[in-house]
């Protein structure tokens, strides 16, 4: 079984300020890929960036990165240079090599960010 | 727009009642999923389709639900007698089967479902 843990319900940034985004998680398959996604009011989820667990740089993708932390089943998102369209719900999700194709989502964090 | 497409974004129907959402994955797409989410939880895998073919069902998905792919591009999610807890936003993704890119699962705006 996997599972995705992300403890902040809620966290405040002000803008132009860096932020991190907690998430750990659980699996026993061999090898996963690790997935940020956002979720502004409107309901899409817009992709942000991906980890898999064998590469070996953490990803980055813009204003976004992944601190990847293997021995600690940790993937945390770090945005730099918050900005006002940064405010949403990011969720973290992992996909298993033996798990099937699905994406198992953790419960998500909401993000403010302040003027 | 070459995104994901759902529709209808928003049904409101009355418990009973058949509903189904229509979703137009990314051309060349050939993998396709759908997740329902409910307030204040992530989304959740009901199924996945390659091309045709539906290789993957949660046990979320039970018999009042069908989803299908025919030709392997555009995918319907039926629902059969609606009950309340099937309110829910019901998303679908599309994502290529190959490579790296693979990795990268698209998700449309989701379809609003709620069941009175």
């Known amino acids: 079984a996997q599972k995705i843990t992300q403890t902040q319900p809620g966290m405040f940034v002000q803008e132009k300020e860096a932020v991190t985004l907690d998430c750990t998680y659980d699996t026993s398959d061999p090898s996963y890929g690790l997935f940020w996604y956002k979720q502004p009011s409107s309901g899409e989820m817009i992709f942000l960036i991906y980890q898999g667990s064998y590469d070996q740089q953490n990803a980055t993708e813009g204003r976004y990165s992944l601190n990847f932390q293997k021995a600690r089943k940790s993937a945390n998102l770090v945005i730099s240079a918050s900005q006002l369209g940064d405010s949403a719900m990011y969720f973290c999700a992992m996909r298993g090599s033996n798990s099937g194709y699905a994406l198992n989502f953790g419960k998500g964090t909401s993000l403010l960010v302040t003027p | 727009d070459t995104g994901v497409s759902q529709n209808p974004r928003h049904k409101i129907t009355k418990r009973g009642q058949n509903v189904t959402f229509r979703c137009d994955p990314i051309?060349?797409?050939?993998?396709l999923y759908w997740y329902r989410q409910t307030l204040g939880q992530g989304p959740e895998f009901l199924t996945y389709f390659q091309n045709e073919a539906q290789l993957e069902k949660s046990r979320l998905l039970s018999d009042r639900f069908s989803a299908e792919r025919p030709k392997g591009s555009f995918s319907t999610l039926e629902i059969q007698r609606t009950e309340q807890g099937d309110s829910a936003m019901y998303l679908c993704a599309s994502s290529h089967g190959q490579g790296s890119s693979g990795n990268t699962i698209y998700f449309g705006e989701g379809s609003w479902l709620t069941v009175v």
């Open positions: 051309s060349e797409h050939n993998r």
